[in-house]
């Protein structure tokens, strides 16, 4: 089974903190996806990636930047944490296969609450 | 550019009722969909896509949805609604975008009473 973790389930921090969020995957996949969940607004795209070192802006980037020094490893990272980043952040990676329908696989989520 | 739309923001079904959650969608050529079902404080699971091979796809948990191109829908439905269902279920359609990315629906809340 494919397997993507997130390094927390719930952070608390504080306006102005400086935050990352962790993503490992274990199937070897070269894309990476950042997305957050907002009620009523579904699932946006932040950021992705298709390599290492390699990223691309998403539908919603302002406020965020993402790192990604190894292949099963993407991290999102809020420079400066705001009270309307509060949201739901899930990771998802797939294959790099030239295809509309490459499925993509799914962490459990990070619920951040920024005060 | 393509979106989809779920119709329904909330739906509630009785156990052992039948299930529909509804998804049209707009694309200018043929579109790959997907439903996913995320159940509370969990991530995305695929419940089934459309790859084109045939128009009733199957997926799990009893789960089917059509593709009918003609309505540019793609309806998941069951049969008979488990309590295990309630969850949230998402519509995506697949876009070409430097990679293939994803373009969710808004999602519907299923809710199933005993």
């Known amino acids: 089974d494919v397997k993507v973790t997130q390094s927390s389930r719930y952070l608390v921090k504080r306006t102005g903190e400086k935050v990352f969020l962790e993503c490992v995957q274990d199937m070897d996949h070269e894309n990476m996806f950042w997305y957050r969940q907002d009620p009523g607004l579904g699932l946006r795209l932040i950021y992705f990636s298709y390599d290492v070192k390699m990223k691309e802006k998403g539908d919603i980037p302002e406020g965020y930047s993402v790192s990604r020094e190894k292949k099963e490893r993407f991290s999102l990272i809020l420079e400066s944490a705001s009270t309307n980043q509060t949201s739901m952040y899930l990771c998802a990676s797939s294959f790099l296969i030239p295809s509309p329908q490459e499925t993509q696989y799914f962490g459990p989520g990070t619920r951040l609450l920024v005060l | 550019a393509q979106s989809v739309t779920q119709l329904d923001s909330h739906v509630s079904v009785s156990e052992g009722t039948p299930v529909l959650l509804r998804c049209n969608y707009s694309?200018?050529?043929?579109?790959?969909l997907f439903w996913y079902v995320q159940h509370p404080n969990k991530g995305l699971q695929l419940l089934l896509k459309?790859?084109?091979?045939?128009?009733l796809v199957k997926g799990i948990n009893g789960f089917e949805a059509e593709f009918k191109k003609s309505e540019t829908s793609f309806h998941l439905t069951k049969p008979s609604a488990h309590m295990s269902d309630a969850a949230e279920y998402f519509c995506v359609v697949s876009e070409l975008w430097g990679t293939y990315k994803y373009i969710f629906g808004t999602g519907t809340r299923l809710k199933v009473l005993a």
């Open positions: 459309y790859t084109s091979a045939a128009t």
């Open positions: 694309s200018s050529y043929s579109p790959s």
